[in-house]
């Protein structure tokens, strides 16, 4: 019993550490961080690939769209402002909240500080105090550890009112969403990330099946439907069951 015990707490220690790890990755990479879905620089691999990816981006668009209007919206891990300036314009107030400071900036020269706040919060040990129409997280999920997948999923619970709606976009396993010079990706919840200058780092990365996440979140009481796009991305809205 006791070594069990021990075991849970490296564990838990080092789950700790590359969480600190991924936010760091983040904060370095803020000024870059576009270049991944302009598909530019490292990431460009060719016109016809190019063209696919801004066909499924249009897709994930039109999907959020279809949501509008999202009321008092909340989005999670809102970076350098890829989709904020979406939700500003059919949100009556939204908050917007990331671990980096430094995509915070960013996200604000493309919003024009639109969002009612921004806050700057870890969301591993950050926790709702008020509720919420609507929930948006773009690819984040991925980087939420599977020991901190339920956890997560009833922070989204409690953020949200009666008759809220989840809405989330990420990344399915496919090696042509990373950089050229990017390692292999495989199943094992951990991906090496490296910038422009070289330095690598470790994050959390989990390649969610949408069928089978839509099971899983099904489980924990929540009911919805998860898409995906041809090569690159899935897609979901979800609500909370009274059971849940």
């Known amino acids: 019993m006791k070594d069990e015990i021990i075991e849970e707490a490296w564990k838990a220690q080092d789950e700790q550490a590359q969480l600190k790890e991924q936010v760091a990755y983040y904060r370095a990479r803020a000024a870059e961080y576009d270049e991944w879905h302009l598909r530019q620089g490292r990431y460009d691999r060719g016109d016809e ?3 696919q990816w801004r066909t499924e981006l249009d897709i994930l668009r039109s999907a959020l769209e279809r949501e509008r209007p999202f009321g008092k919206c909340l989005e ?4 350098t402002g890829l989709w904020t300036a979406c939700l500003a314009q059919g949100a009556a107030d939204l908050t917007a909240l990331d671990a980096s400071s430094e995509t915070i900036e960013i996200n604000r020269t493309k919003t024009g500080n639109a969002p009612g706040r921004y806050v ?5 040990g950050w926790w709702p105090t008020e509720k ?3 929930v948006f997280f773009g690819f984040w999920l991925s980087h939420v550890p599977l020991q901190q997948f339920n956890r997560f999923w009833e922070m989204i619970r409690t953020a949200l009112k009666p008759g809220g709606r989840a809405f989330f976009i990420d990344s399915l396993a496919t090696q042509e969403s990373t950089a050229r010079d990017h390692a292999e990706i495989d199943d094992s919840g951990v991906v090496e990330r490296k910038l422009n200058d070289g330095r690598t780092f470790n994050i959390v990365k989990v390649f969610h099946d949408p069928a089978q996440l839509e099971r899983q979140l099904g489980d924990l009481g929540w009911r919805g439907s998860i898409g995906r796009t041809e090569q690159f991305f899935y897609y979901g809205c979800m609500v909370p069951t009274a059971a849940g």
């Open 49 to 51: 690939h190019n063209l």
């Open 76 to 79: 999670l891990a809102c970076g």
């Open 120 to 124: 700057v919060a870890d969301l591993f």
């Open 132 to 134: 919420y129409d609507f």
